[in-house]
Structures are given as structure tokens and as C-alpha cells.
């Protein structure tokens, strides 16, 4: 299983990015995605997280009306729409991959990407 992320980069304070995370070696439509952070001398954090049906999703306190994450099962990628970037929202984003999960903002998935680096300027 291989979680490939993208799209990360240097952006003003106000600014938009969009990551993306292409998945290859599994089923994709069958997993559970989601996307967590860490930020330099910080634990990780949950970010977002979307049901394998697409039909559910689960935002963290902190990025919730700006940040929307979505997923396109014919093209195994999951993405994430980041808007109204804070200088705090800066971190390397990963996205992770698991069947079936209970509690979805639990650092615990089976799968996980490289991580892309966002910094946001103020």
C-alpha cells in the first residue's frame, strides 16, 4: 500500500491550498481516509476525516469552516480544500488509510503517507 501526498507549499496568512493524497494497493472506496498534521516540537493532530461512503465527514475544532476534505473513488485520491490559512495551520500534512474505523480522529491507522509541508506566512 503505498499513500502518496501532494500539494503542499508556502502560502500568506488568508491564502488557499488544496493537498491531494493519491493511494495505490488497496481498494480504495473501502477505506476510511483521513488527514492529520504535526507541527514542528508538537504531538500529531487530527484534521479531517471522511467514510469510505463519502457520505460522512469529521473536521477538527480548529479548521472546521475552512477546511473541507472529499474524496474521488474512481481516482483513489482523497483531498484536502484549505481556506482562510492561519500562520497555526502550519505543519507537515499526512493523509492515513484505514477499513472500517470506529473513532476516525484516533492517530491509529493502519496506513499512512509521507506527509506534505504547508507554511503559512503572516
Not at 494497493?25 to 479531517?48: C, H, I, N
Not at 476525516?49 to 477538527?60: E, F, Q, V
Amino acid at each position: 500500500v503505498q499513500l502518496q501526498a501532494s500539494g503542499g507549499g508556502l502560502v500568506q496568512a488568508g491564502g488557499s491550498l488544496r493537498l491531494s493524497c493519491a493511494a495505490c494497493g488497496l481498494t480504495f472506496s473501502s477505506y476510511d481516509m483521513a488527514w492529520f498534521r504535526q507541527a514542528p516540537g508538537k504531538e500529531r493532530e487530527f484534521v479531517a476525516a471522511i467514510r469510505r461512503s463519502a457520505g460522512s465527514t469529521r473536521y477538527a475544532d480548529s479548521v472546521k469552516g475552512r477546511f473541507t476534505i472529499s474524496r474521488d473513488n474512481a481516482k483513489n485520491t482523497v483531498y484536502l480544500q484549505m481556506n482562510s490559512l492561519k500562520p497555526e495551520d502550519t505543519a507537515t500534512y499526512s493523509c492515513a488509510a484505514d477499513l472500517s474505523r470506529v473513532v476516525v480522529t484516533s492517530a491509529t491507522y493502519r496506513y499512512w503517507g509521507q506527509g506534505t509541508l504547508v507554511t503559512v506566512s503572516s
